[in-house]
């Protein structure tokens, strides 16, 4: 199974980016309404001082996976102004068991490592991880134990945090993915944007925005 495919994608292009003679463009400010939309009602924040920032995915999107390395060196970058969360789409029952793998991950402290690795296990492997049991081989096999990981996988706390999931998805009037909320004004997603290059673009644009209003408010 190949677990750093992304990363090494990632710095590729980073150093295709600042290769000597390769001068950047600034791109042109994004446009409400066009780039990006407000959200009405707008939602409440709990991110302190920080910008908060919400992506909403689903393993099984291949835009989401393309953006997942591009996103992780933004999150890298912004790690002290910004505080990102993920929170799971479940469009339909048959992506929940994606968002109970990802919480029961988080939940054994293994997201941090696996997180990745699920994306490519999914869609450079094309292993079936939203299948239970190929999901319990994979997970033993990355040295999580299987009756724990049962356990937390099947316990309360990851239902009450699928259906929180699913009222968030409700309020914020997510549509699809991958879809980012920033300060709980403001949505953008990679079809808004045009593309997952021009959304974390769109994302730059509106943590400073959001950032500006603060201080006026």
Request: aromatic share 10%; proline share 6%.
């Amino acid at each position: 199974m190949t677990f750093f495919r992304p990363l090494v994608l990632a710095l590729l292009l980073c150093l295709t980016l600042t290769a000597p003679g390769i001068q950047a463009q600034t791109p042109p400010a994004p446009v409400l309404g066009r780039d990006f939309v407000r959200l009405d009602p707008l939602q409440p924040v709990s991110s302190g001082d920080q910008v908060e920032v919400i992506e909403f995915f689903y393993y099984g999107c291949p835009v989401c996976y393309e953006l997942e390395p591009a996103l992780s060196s933004w999150t890298l970058k912004m790690r002290d102004s910004v505080n990102v969360r993920r929170i799971p789409a479940l469009a339909t029952s048959r992506w929940e068991n994606f968002a109970k793998l990802y919480y029961t991950l988080d939940v054994l402290n293994e997201l941090e490592r696996l997180h990745w690795p699920v994306y490519d296990n999914v869609h450079v492997d094309d292993v079936k991880l939203n299948n239970e049991s190929v999901m319990l081989d994979w997970v033993s096999s990355n040295g999580i134990d299987r009756q724990k990981f049962i356990d937390t996988y099947a316990s309360a706390a990851i239902q009450e945090k699928v259906a929180a999931a699913k009222e968030t998805i409700r309020k914020y009037g997510i549509k699809g993915v991958p879809s980012v909320v920033v300060d709980g004004k403001y949505l953008t997603s990679a079809r808004i944007a045009g593309s997952t290059r021009k959304l974390i673009q769109v994302l730059d644009y509106l943590v400073e925005r959001a950032r500006s209003e603060r201080k006026k408010s």
